[in-house]
């Protein structure tokens, strides 16, 4: 294993550390599961981008791959569910 490969591995172990620790603060802070959630996935992500920097594999491609394609559909998710909140908000006000 090449040192590059080492110091990239012992990085990525650290990054899925602190998306623990980030997505459990954020989760307490913020009390909301889904931000929680892409704070997790985005630490993540730069995670498993840290693991192809050593010596990729495919099982470490299609990792990154996974949580590129989760994180998007949480986007998604969340921007939908904001703008349903926003249009309920609307129509209760208009109500009134």
Do not use: F
């Amino acid at each position: 294993m090449s040192v590059l490969a080492e110091v990239t591995r012992v990085a990525a172990l650290g990054a899925g550390a602190a998306a623990l620790v980030a997505g459990a603060l954020a989760l307490a802070v913020t009390r909301r599961p889904l931000p929680a959630l892409a704070v997790l996935l985005d630490m993540l992500l730069a995670a498993g981008l840290l693991r192809l920097l050593g010596e990729p594999d495919w099982p470490a491609i299609l990792t990154a791959a996974t949580l590129v394609a989760l994180r998007r559909l949480l986007s998604a998710a969340l921007r939908s569910g904001v703008r349903a909140r926003t249009a309920a908000a609307v129509q209760e006000k208009s109500a009134l």
